[in-house]
């Protein structure tokens, strides 16, 4: 069955780092588009970055973009969301999402993973 689980969350000071996984089982996600969410307390959800389908392409949001990197493990079948110079406002929730390709009606989700920067 299909299941995305996100681990790697936890507590970090404001410069840190943290590295989030999302081991995916039920489908080969190196053929699926593989993106990273979030959401902060009394926020929507946001787009945080995109790995593209066949290795095409990865994209980032802008408040990411030059301290994020997105990548993905296709043996081991794991999308990786390694985060540097970590900010106070990258607080949040992060999910993990997997969809075969734009306005595909097969999406799926985890059930997120905590990430809490703070002095």
């Known amino acids: 069955q299909v299941q995305l689980v996100e681990s790697g969350g936890g507590l970090v000071q404001p410069g840190g780092s943290l590295t989030l996984s999302c081991v995916v089982s039920g489908f080969d996600a190196s053929t699926y588009d593989m993106k990273w969410y979030r959401q902060a307390p009394g926020k929507e959800r946001e787009w945080v970055a995109l790995?593209?389908?066949?290795?095409?392409?990865?994209n980032y949001a802008d408040f990411v973009k030059g301290r994020f990197t997105i990548s993905l493990d296709k043996p081991k079948n794991t999308l990786y969301l390694q985060m540097t110079s970590l900010k106070p406002e990258d607080t949040a929730v992060y999910y993990c999402n997997g969809r075969v390709h734009a306005w595909s009606p097969e999406e799926h989700w985890g059930r997120g993973t905590q990430v809490t920067v703070s002095p």
């Open positions: 790995h593209d389908r066949y290795d095409r392409a990865t």
